[in-house]
């Protein structure tokens, strides 16, 4: 089946800097891609989603890259803070929503 | 509005017994979807319904079940427990209704329920 996996499982990096989280996948049919954030003890929250027609999405602070060439995604967090320390995960489905396959996560450590 | 609502949050069972698990969806939400979260798998699609109709299914032997009520809520059943079912269950729903191309939809997650199997 599908998978989606992650370069780098663990990312440290100094508050204000800018952190970028990569993702591969594997699904050429994938049309549509969603970050998702996870704290601990919490589900995961949206942070951004993309579709397959585009290839950058900016939202506050963060900004999407897809490049379906090489079937890769990225989380661009501008900026970032303490309270971005969390795991993250990318998501795809080549089903319009109804069957998503997430990735292994990265966590993001934000030091002051 | 109410998010995605789980119970129990927490729960320990023991080996071969049996557990039940409850989502309630965000109101509107037709499509719930139950996903098994560990540390060394990640996240894995346990099954999706919708309308009260599993739509997919994913690679868990036949001891997970689940099912969707007319008002959208579901549930999840796992049968004669073992150890590697510990984990933290997921539950997300979403807007997304039938197959119309462009129709996407993001999941909305639960706090999840976490089941420890001793």
């Known amino acids: 089946g599908e998978s989606v996996g992650l370069h780098l499982p663990t990312l440290s990096v100094q508050e204000g800097d800018n952190s970028i989280i990569n993702c591969a996948y594997s699904?050429?049919?994938?049309?549509?891609f969603i970050w998702y954030k996870q704290e601990s003890g919490k589900g995961p929250q949206f942070i951004i989603d993309i579709r397959s027609n585009m290839d950058k999405r900016q939202g506050q602070r963060v900004t999407v890259l897809l490049n379906k060439t090489v079937k890769h995604l990225s989380l661009q967090i501008a900026a970032t803070q303490p309270g971005d320390s969390a795991v993250y995960f990318c998501a795809e489905t080549a089903h319009r929503g109804d069957k998503f396959y997430f990735g292994s996560g990265t966590k993001l450590n934000v030091k002051p | 509005k109410a998010g995605v609502t789980q119970t129990p949050r927490y729960l320990i069972k023991t080996r071969g017994q049996q557990v039940t698990l409850s989502c309630s969806p965000i109101s509107g939400h037709r499509s719930v979807s139950w996903y098994q979260q560990t540390p060394g798998q990640g996240l894995q699609f346990l099954f999706e319904y919708f309308s009260e109709t599993q739509r997919n299914k994913g690679n868990f032997p036949g001891r997970f079940s689940g099912r969707q009520f007319s008002n959208s809520r579901s549930e999840m059943n796992v049968s004669t427990l073992e150890l590697g079912d510990s984990a933290l269950y997921l539950c997300?729903?979403?807007?997304?209704?039938?197959?119309?191309?462009?129709?996407?939809?993001?999941?909305?997650f639960g706090e999840g329920s976490r089941l420890t199997v001793l």
């Open positions: 699904n050429s049919a994938s049309d549509y």
């Open positions: 997300a729903s979403s807007l997304v209704g039938a197959r119309t191309l462009g129709e996407t939809g993001e999941l909305f």
